[in-house]
């Protein structure tokens, strides 16, 4: 079966470079749900899409914003990178909203900034 | 506010006997609940997960989760533990507003 799918799976940047992350969902799922989970920390959720639209934000910093394609793809972009956003980068993706629906998670980016 | 709570941060069994890891969550409303497991460098893979009905849940790999709202409570349980069930367990509960909250994981060591 297909799964969510997440490029690319390693990133090294600079500090104060741009990042894109992409995200292509499970094929008719309409929500995604981007996750950062630090070194030895458990996955933090930053923000959301339903239907192209954002439906939720968490700890998302204003360096980084994000947005769902007409394709419900998902794009997590990133800039004045600091060492602090070293991470792994977590894209799921259900099929409606509501916490009742199981995400799915891609493999993840792992992201370093030297 | 929702929260997750796993007690144990780190567990070590020995190869075929049972496990338990801990989940305590704190939501106003009916929650739904989630164990993932997270092997080293990869994503997260879903174990079970508990939306209503019967609150005893089965899951892959032979891992079961028993929902207790008395004690607002999500024991993940494996009678008998294989090395390649090494990883790190999350625990997550279904906020109502679209995102799960994670707990700090459990890391699990199987010994030979």
């Known amino acids: 079966a297909a799964g969510v799918i997440q490029s690319p799976r390693h990133l090294i940047k600079e500090k104060r470079e741009t990042a894109t992350l992409k995200c292509y969902p499970i094929p008719r799922h309409d929500t995604v749900y981007w996750y950062q989970q630090g070194p030895g920390q458990d996955p933090q959720f930053l923000i959301s899409f339903y239907e192209k639209m954002q439906s939720d934000k968490g700890s998302i910093p204003d360096r980084f914003s994000a947005q769902q394609f007409s394709d419900y793809h998902s794009e997590l972009n990133m800039s004045s990178l600091e060492l602090g956003d070293s991470a792994l980068y977590f894209c799921?993706?259900?099929?409606?909203?509501?916490?009742?629906?199981?995400?799915?998670f891609g493999p993840g980016t792992r992201l370093l900034v030297l | 506010a929702q929260s997750v709570t796993q007690p144990d941060i780190h567990i070590t069994v020995s190869e075929g006997a049972s496990l338990e890891l801990r989940c305590n969550y704190s939501?106003?409303?009916?929650?739904?609940l989630f164990w993932y497991v997270q092997s080293p460098g990869q994503g997260l893979q879903l174990l079970l997960k508990?939306?209503?009905?019967?609150?005893l849940v089965q899951g892959i790999k032979g891992f079961e989760a028993e929902f207790k709202r008395s004690q607002s409570s999500f024991n993940l349980r494996k009678p008998s533990v294989h090395w390649s069930d090494a990883a790190e367990y999350f625990c997550a509960v279904g906020a109502g507003t679209y995102k799960y909250i994670f707990g700090t994981g459990t890391r699990l060591k199987v010994l030979a």
């Open positions: 939501y106003g409303a009916t929650p739904y």
């Open positions: 799921a993706s259900s099929l409606g909203l509501a916490g009742a629906e199981t995400q799915y």
């Open positions: 508990y939306f209503s009905g019967d609150t």
